[in-house]
């Protein structure tokens, strides 16, 4: 059973435009969602995290939304670039199982100029 | 600081051999864990270690195993490699739930 079932699998914004990403999770007990940003021949890098008891967190021209009732959580990316061309994935972790993240499948994001 | 490190980027093997991956962690984070990264499978936990110990799992067989040394580096072995092996192997280094990724060990299996 897939724990954390991200959507859309791929996604066309222009320049300037909001990329909107979205997850959602099955065990309710998880209390940590950090979203993943990932280059070609790089590893994942950490790009903003939220906790259950936080509807919203925004850094820079990133954002999550928190909607813990529906079990689901999206990344928005403001005043898309084509430098933010990349794949994103969400997670999701317990507490208390020690950093093992159950990762959506990707979305694969491409800025058109 | 210094990111995660892994050694070595890339790895040709052929079935049947077996692998040893290396990862150093960021300095002070005492966590470890890997990732199998495949286009089919997505990203996949493999274990966890946090002091020497092995605090968590996944659902690998039994090909599959790592360890931790005194200083936190960690290595991943794969015994009687499979064609299906083939795949970007992360580390991730934690403190806390802060959790680092390594650029990973492309592994092909022929």
């Known amino acids: 059973q897939q724990q954390v079932k991200q959507s859309p699998q791929s996604l066309i914004v222009q320049k300037g435009g909001i990329s909107i990403i979205n997850c959602a999770y099955e065990n309710t007990a998880f209390d940590y969602f950090p979203w993943y940003q990932q280059f070609p021949g790089k590893g994942p890098a950490l790009l903003i995290a939220i906790r259950p008891d936080v509807s919203e967190k925004k850094e820079g021209r990133f954002t999550i939304s928190f909607n813990k009732s529906a079990k689901q959580f999206s990344l928005h990316i403001m005043d898309s670039q084509p430098g933010d061309s990349a794949t994103y994935f969400c997670a999701a972790c317990l507490t208390y199982n020690f950093n093992k993240f159950y990762f959506g499948s990707g979305t694969k994001l491409n800025v058109k100029p | 600081k210094a990111g995660v490190t892994q050694t070595p980027r890339y790895l040709i093997k052929t079935r049947g051999q077996q692998v040893t991956l290396s990862c150093s962690p960021i300095?002070?984070?005492?966590?470890v864990s890997w990732y199998q990264q495949t286009p089919g499978q997505g990203l996949q936990f493999l274990f966890e270690?946090?002091?020497?110990?092995?605090?968590n799992k996944g659902n690998f067989p039994g090909r599959f195993s790592g360890r931790q040394f005194s200083n936190s580096r960690s290595e991943m072995n794969v015994s009687t490699l499979e064609l299906g092996d083939s795949a970007l192997y992360l580390c991730?280094?934690?403190?806390?739930?802060?959790?680092?990724f390594g650029p990973g060990t492309r592994l092909t299996v022929t």
């Open positions: 270690y946090f002091s020497e110990t092995q605090r």
């Open positions: 991730a280094s934690s403190f806390g739930q802060l959790t680092y």
């Open positions: 300095s002070g984070h005492r966590s």
